[in-house]
């Protein structure tokens, strides 16, 4: 059985969609539990087929937690049949996160931080230890939010017909909404397990702590470069970049990753050459291709960024990790 490990004995049973949310889970469970993780790292979350072990988890669960229904939309019919005696956290309801509009069109416009000022660090005192009606994430604005994240070669045609009106479903990489995650799911955990409150408390004050580290690591890495554009492999980014000032460009696919027309790529390849664009960042799970077919005349830099943490160890460090590689991976495409 999947909770039966030691770590598990006193502790709920909890299964986390995605392998970022996992981590923010593991944070908040640390000393108490593990969580288990429903979609491994490498498939894609949107469309996917689960295995018995993953079925039988969900029937074991006494908690699910999960990024919303664009992320994973088969996922919320399978927890009322699978997981009916369960509870389940959408974090796309979590008051006050962060949510954007899908970015339309191959160049995104105006190439600034519009928007980020309601929700720069100043605003938020980041969880000071003393309670968590200070909660550092309050003042994001309500932007509603549902995640998803393609990535495996498989998931390109599973989301050609993907509908992109409405809210970009990226949003664990706002590390802000991250750490407002964290205490939602500390009460959640504190209402079914109340015997270990004051732990999930102290965890999700800690744990903010050190998001709130990570985060500052990363502005320090993204510091210079300012005014190199770069491009980016898919739109899912746009949390991480007005989260940190650092505004791609344009992307060579949408947000599904599925395949950009002849015309988008004609419209990137022009403002390549009219901006000097020397920075292209492709993801791990993605042939690269177009990349060079379309761009290689120009010479860019390619990096590789991955939003979702597709080679990091899975646990406490995973969060905080990626927003580290995320950003040196921009850092080092943009300043070669």
Wanted: hydrophobic fraction near 35%; charged fraction near 25%; glycine fraction near 8%.
């Amino acid at each position: 059985m999947l909770f039966s490990g030691s770590a598990n004995a006193d502790g709920p049973r909890v299964v986390a969609d995605i392998a970022p949310i996992h981590s923010l889970v593991s944070m908040v469970m640390d000393g108490v539990g593990q969580p288990q993780l429903l979609v491994p790292q490498n498939i894609s979350p949107h469309h996917y087929s689960m295995r018995p072990s993953e079925a039988e988890a969900l029937q074991e669960a006494q908690l699910v937690v999960y990024v919303g229904h664009d992320m994973s939309p088969w996922l919320e019919p399978v927890l009322e049949t699978l997981a009916a005696s369960a509870s389940a956290l959408d974090l796309s309801k979590v008051d006050n996160i962060m949510q954007l509009a899908y970015r339309e069109g191959p160049i995104f416009d105006g190439h600034d931080e519009e928007g980020h000022d309601d929700h720069d660090e100043e605003g938020h005192d980041d969880h000071d230890e003393e309670g968590h009606d200070d909660h550092d994430e309050e003042g994001h604005d309500d932007h509603d939010e549902e995640g998803h994240d393609d990535h495996d070669e498989e998931g390109h045609d599973d989301h050609a017909h993907h509908d992109h009106d409405g809210v970009d479903p990226h949003v664990w990489l706002d590390p802000m909404n991250a750490k407002l995650w964290l205490y939602a799911i500390a009460s959640e955990l504190t209402r079914i397990d109340p015997k270990n409150a004051d732990r999930y408390d102290e965890n999700a004050r800690s744990s903010s702590r050190t998001i709130t580290l990570a985060m500052a690591q990363a502005e320090g890495h993204l510091a210079s470069g300012k005014d190199n554009g770069f491009l980016v492999y898919h739109d899912a980014y746009q949390y991480f970049e007005k989260r940190f000032n650092r505004v791609a460009v344009g992307s060579i696919s949408l947000g599904d990753a599925s395949k950009p027309s002849a015309k988008r790529l004609s419209e990137l390849k022009a403002l390549f050459g009219a901006q000097g664009i020397s920075c292209v960042l492709t993801e791990p799970q993605y042939s690269s291709k177009i990349v060079d077919s379309v761009f290689g005349g120009f010479k860019p830099t390619i990096g590789v960024v991955d939003p979702i943490g597709i080679d990091l160890e899975l646990g406490t460090t995973l969060y905080p990790e990626l927003l580290e590689n995320i950003s040196l991976s921009i850092a080092q495409c943009v300043n070669p």
